[in-house]
């Protein structure tokens, strides 16, 4: 095996060097995220390659219960698995397609880079991992979201339907042997012959469905050549797709190529990078046809009156381009996006609440309707005393605060509370 080329490194990283993550916000309200990190002595240090991305510095208690991590601003997330939705780049107001989404975090990621008007598809065809990317973008308030689950994409959309794809297929995972040391030895000799089988397979469907001139990302989390050179040979020679060669980002070192044949591809070296061992390939797509605006498409379900909407508390100024809809007595937001999904093709939006008998009911966590101009009429703490108090089951005054008030940390908005009497609870419900 080829050793590490210092012309493919940037910027060592010294291993051991703690945890990931990525904070889940706008720029704006990146201060905010950090000081409810630090109220629980949780800190971060930047990492060069992105301004939202932390690795973890101090953790008195488990980053993953911390108030930051339950109200969905952050994300724990392997250095390198955050660098696919760097490299693939989508500008603002994109439309992109994660070929296979679970967990979430490279969507929410995506979701993101594409900001308010670009729109994510995260397909994940498991449903059990297909629950938990649902349980992600929820949690995370990413509404320029929707997800689906087919084995295979082909039969519903044209030929050219997005801009950027990001293929994070089923791998053989050798480059995460320090959480999965059996990786190796499940996925041997021939036994990866099926992984080998079914990325092709997704990298034929990733070409066909892009647009002319359109990217494809291609990653995987193994260190196995025949799924990572291999593969991008496969690409360069089948499909028409042409190598775009990856600039190195800053933070990490990266290994040469382990064919001759293929260049411009990243390699992460994962003891010299304190991550995980990832493969990254860039394309875009050669000649090939776009398919049609569809833009105009109709939402389906049923449309929630804005009414409905501002009657219950809900702030619409910050919600990106889409509507609420109505699917039996559960409200949904689809975006402007998803109206060029087909017709044939079945998919969740953002779930947002409840609509019964004209009434509107958000969750309590659909932040996504609050806003920092709203706070005077919900409970803005300082501390997080109180805020404790609530998630613990106690309850507050309520005061003259209206029957689903918004919750907020020194204007951060966190979520609804419930009012029941003269009372204030917080409740997942």
């Not at 997800?147 to 480059?175: K, N, R």
């Not at 990243?266 to 010299?272: I, K, M, W």
Request: hydrophobic share 40%.
């Amino acid at each position: 095996m080829p050793q590490s080329d210092p012309a493919h490194c940037s910027d060592a990283v010294p291993a051991g060097t703690g945890r990931s993550f990525r904070l889940v916000c706008p720029a704006r309200d990146i201060p905010l995220v950090e000081a409810l990190l630090a109220a629980t002595g949780h800190r971060g240090a930047p990492e060069p390659f992105s301004p939202c991305c932390r690795r973890l510095a101090d953790e008195p208690t488990p980053l993953g219960s911390s108030l930051a991590a339950r109200f969905g601003y952050i994300h724990i997330q392997d250095r390198s698995s955050m660098l696919p939705p760097l490299l693939l780049d989508p500008p603002a107001g994109a439309r992109v397609l994660d070929m296979c989404a679970a967990p979430g975090g490279k969507t929410g990621f995506l979701a993101q880079l594409v900001g308010p008007t670009g729109f994510v598809l995260g397909n994940e065809p498991s449903p059990d991992r297909l629950a938990t990317l649902r349980q992600t973008l929820l949690r995370e308030n990413l509404a320029n979201t929707a997800t689906c689950a087919q084995t295979d994409l082909s039969p519903f959309f044209p030929e050219g339907a997005f801009t950027h794809i990001l293929l994070d297929p089923p791998c053989s995972g050798w480059g995460t042997l320090d959480k999965n040391p059996q990786a190796a030895r499940i996925w041997s000799g021939d036994k990866v012959a099926p992984l080998i089988a079914l990325q092709r397979k997704l990298l034929e469907t990733a070409a066909r469905l892009l647009v002319p001139g359109g990217r494809l990302l291609y990653s995987t989390c193994t260190t196995n050549v025949v799924e990572n050179e291999d593969q991008t040979r496969f690409a360069l020679d089948h499909l028409p797709l042409a190598p775009l060669p990856l600039t190195p980002p800053e933070g990490f070192v990266f290994e040469a190529p382990h064919r001759d044949d293929v260049s411009g591809v990243l390699r992460v070296d994962s003891r010299a990078s304190a991550a995980q061992g990832f493969y990254m390939a860039l394309y875009e797509k050669t000649g090939g046809a776009a398919a049609a605006d569809e833009a105009d498409g109709e939402l389906p379900g049923t449309p929630v009156p804005e009414k409905a909407l501002v009657a219950s508390g809900c702030d619409l100024a910050g919600l990106p381009p889409g509507k609420v809809m109505a699917f039996g007595d559960k409200a949904f937001f689809l975006h402007a996006g998803a109206a060029a999904i087909p017709a044939g093709l079945r998919y969740q939006g953002h779930q947002v609440g409840t609509y019964r008998a004209g009434v509107f009911r958000p969750q309590a966590r659909a932040r996504l309707f609050l806003s920092r101009e709203a706070q005077g009429a919900g409970l803005n703490e300082e501390a997080l005393c109180r805020i404790e108090a609530l998630l613990a089951g106690q309850s507050l005054p309520a005061g003259d605060l209206p029957a689903r008030p918004g919750l907020f940390f020194r204007g951060l908005p966190l979520g609804f509370l419930a009012r029941k009497g003269a009372r204030l609870l917080w409740s997942d419900r």
